[in-house]
Structure formats: structure tokens, C-alpha cells
């Protein structure tokens, strides 16, 4: 146990790859008995798979720690009770006004249990063990980002839209009109419900914890934050395999992962830069990666390709101007040090 321990020490981004896909792969089965044979008891096992990779930085960073526990036990415990109930009022509020479903005593009952890996990663951010308290910290501290939490709530409903001219300019065939929703205040509502959903499951808490939160400032102590986002776009792209599959998408044909992986890599520059310039905040990166989620699910599109033409032009621009080919600093927040 001592070697496996001093070897997690020494590999921590290693580790932690190795454990998030044996999570999330381990247990991507329960995602296809769910969606596609509607067994929801195993529900829970789900949500376990999903949060792979916040999972494997608490555990890397509990192994990893080498001071002694601070803090009162109720600290966590109030959070964990506090991040139970958000999580599944933002569940059933989803699933009553955006998917339509009825809600009864049973699946009130499911979703109270299904929700506990999202309120567990949220409450680890007030652990006691202090490793896992500092790599979690910035997931619910919102201050001193406010600036950056606005643009990266923004900035990806933006390219979306902007993509829709684009592609009228590469004159791709027209979208419907009917196809937009009207803008009123009950749209915007149900955008905000859309957006926090994706902010709890599992944008934030399940993904950016470990691949903006974890991974990115190990790799940037070692190699520039361009390199970095490419390493983990790989990862991140490759993840999504069972659950992809689980959903009906066309796993099988090259043309669907090369889509996938120009989105995700290009995508993953652009969090990468954002996350970077809120001092390595995971509420900053889980904000930009759940508004690109949301925003889709409401604009009509006609492909990725002409998202991924503007996403190509705007990391194209940051690359150059913020040179994310250099390394940053040792001091600066977004990079790991001992």
C-alpha cells in the first residue's frame, strides 16, 4: 500500500487519468441500462460515473496529503446537507419545467439518493483533510471572479449565436423560423434552470472539478497552458465514449470523433484561457463549460462545424495575444505547487 501510495505521490496527473476512467468507465454501464432501458434504480451508480473525474482528484488529493486534518466535522456536513438539497431541487425543478416529467413520492425518493456523489464533490470543498479543501476551494468562491464568472456565462451563448450568420455567410441552408424560441422572461427562465442544471450535473462538479480543477494545474507546473489544454481535450474527448453511446450518437463513425474532438479541443483552449484568468477558478470553468452546454440546448444549429469555425478564430486570438505557448509563472494560482 506504501508503494501504490508514494506512486500516486510522484504521478498525480497520471493517477488521476487512470482512476477517472476506471470510474467512469467502470460504471458507464449503469448510463446505458438507464437511457436505454429505462432501469432507474440504477440511477445512482450513474451519477457516480459521471462524477469520474472529481471523484479521482478528491481521492489523488486525499492520498496525496501529508498534513494533519483542520477544521470542525460539522463544517462538512452542514455543506454536504446544504449542496443535497440544491442538488436536487435543481434536479426536479429540470425535470419538472424543462423535460415535462410528473413527479412522484418514488422518484423524489430516487433523485434524493441519485444526487449525493454531486453533494459529496461540493462539500469536499470544506473537508477537513487539507489537500482536497485547497484543490476544491475555488469551486464555491465566487469572489474576486465575478468579472470573469459574467464572461464565461456570456461569452460561449454568444459564439453560438454568432455561428448562426456564419453559416449563412458559407451559405448553409436556412434555419426554420419556428425553430427559434421567442425571447421573453419565461425563456430566460428556463435558460437559468437549463444553465444550473448543467452547472450541477455535472458540468462543474463532476467534469471542471477534475479536468480544469485537477488536471490543468499539475500539467501547467510542467508545460504552457496550450499544451495543457491539448493534453486534456484527449482525455476529455475520449471520456465521453459510454456516455455518448448510451445516448444514441454515432460512436461508430470516424466522422462524429473527429466533430467531437475539434469541438472539444477547441472548447477546452478557450476554458483553459478563461479558467487561467480567474486565478485557476473551477466556478469560472464550470460556468463557461455549463452556459456552452445550455446555450445548445436552446439555439438551433445546424452542425458544430460553423461553432467550431468561431471557437477556432476566438482561441486563435487568445493563443497569440496571451502567448498560452509560454509557461506560466511557479506562483501563479492556476499552477500546482507543493
Not at 39 to 65: D, K, M, R, Y
Not at 97 to 116: D, K, N, W
Not at 225 to 238: C, D, E, G, K
Amino acid at each position: 500500500m506504501t508503494r501504490l501510495t508514494d506512486w500516486i505521490r510522484r504521478h498525480q496527473v497520471v493517477a488521476f487519468f487512470v482512476i477517472t476512467f476506471a470510474i467512469s468507465w467502470g460504471l458507464a454501464f449503469s448510463w446505458g441500462a438507464v437511457l436505454q432501458r429505462e432501469q432507474f434504480l440504477l440511477l445512482p451508480v450513474a451519477f457516480v460515473a459521471v462524477c469520474g473525474p472529481g471523484l479521482a482528484g478528491i481521492i489523488v488529493s486525499a492520498v496525496t496529503n501529508t498534513r494533519a486534518r483542520e477544521g470542525p466535522r460539522r463544517a462538512f456536513w452542514i455543506a454536504l446537507l446544504g449542496a443535497w438539497v440544491a442538488s436536487a431541487l435543481v434536479f426536479l425543478v429540470h425535470h419538472a419545467f424543462i423535460e415535462g416529467v410528473t413527479l412522484s413520492p418514488a422518484l423524489i425518493g430516487l433523485i434524493a439518493v441519485a444526487v449525493v456523489p454531486v453533494a459529496f464533490v461540493i462539500a469536499s470543498a470544506y473537508s477537513r483533510i487539507p489537500s482536497v479543501r485547497r484543490y476544491l476551494s475555488s469551486l464555491v468562491r465566487p469572489r474576486g471572479v465575478w468579472g470573469w464568472s459574467l464572461l464565461a456565462l456570456v461569452l460561449p451563448p454568444a459564439s453560438i449565436l454568432l455561428s448562426l450568420p456564419v453559416g449563412n455567410v458559407l451559405g448553409r441552408p436556412p434555419i426554420p423560423a419556428q425553430r427559434f424560441p421567442d425571447m421573453n422572461l419565461a425563456l430566460i427562465g428556463l435558460f437559468a434552470v437549463k444553465f444550473l442544471y448543467q452547472l450541477f450535473f455535472f458540468n462543474a462538479t463532476g467534469e471542471e472539478t477534475g479536468w480544469r480543477g485537477f488536471a490543468l494545474p499539475r500539467l501547467q507546473a510542467r508545460t504552457s497552458p496550450l499544451v495543457a489544454a491539448l493534453i486534456i481535450a484527449v482525455f476529455w474527448t475520449s471520456w465521453h465514449a459510454f456516455f455518448w453511446q448510451a445516448e444514441g450518437q454515432p460512436v461508430s463513425t470516424p466522422g462524429y470523433w473527429v466533430e467531437m474532438a475539434v469541438g472539444h479541443t477547441l472548447l477546452s483552449v478557450l476554458i483553459v484561457w478563461i479558467c487561467n484568468r480567474a486565478q485557476g477558478s473551477i466556478l469560472v470553468a464550470g460556468i463557461a463549460h455549463a452556459a456552452t452546454n445550455a446555450a445548445q440546448a436552446f439555439v438551433p444549429m445546424r452542425n458544430l462545424y460553423d461553432l467550431c469555425l468561431v471557437w477556432a478564430v476566438v482561441a486563435l486570438v487568445l493563443i497569440l495575444v496571451d502567448r498560452m505557448w509560454k509557461k506560466l509563472p511557479p506562483d501563479h494560482p492556476a499552477v500546482y505547487g507543493v
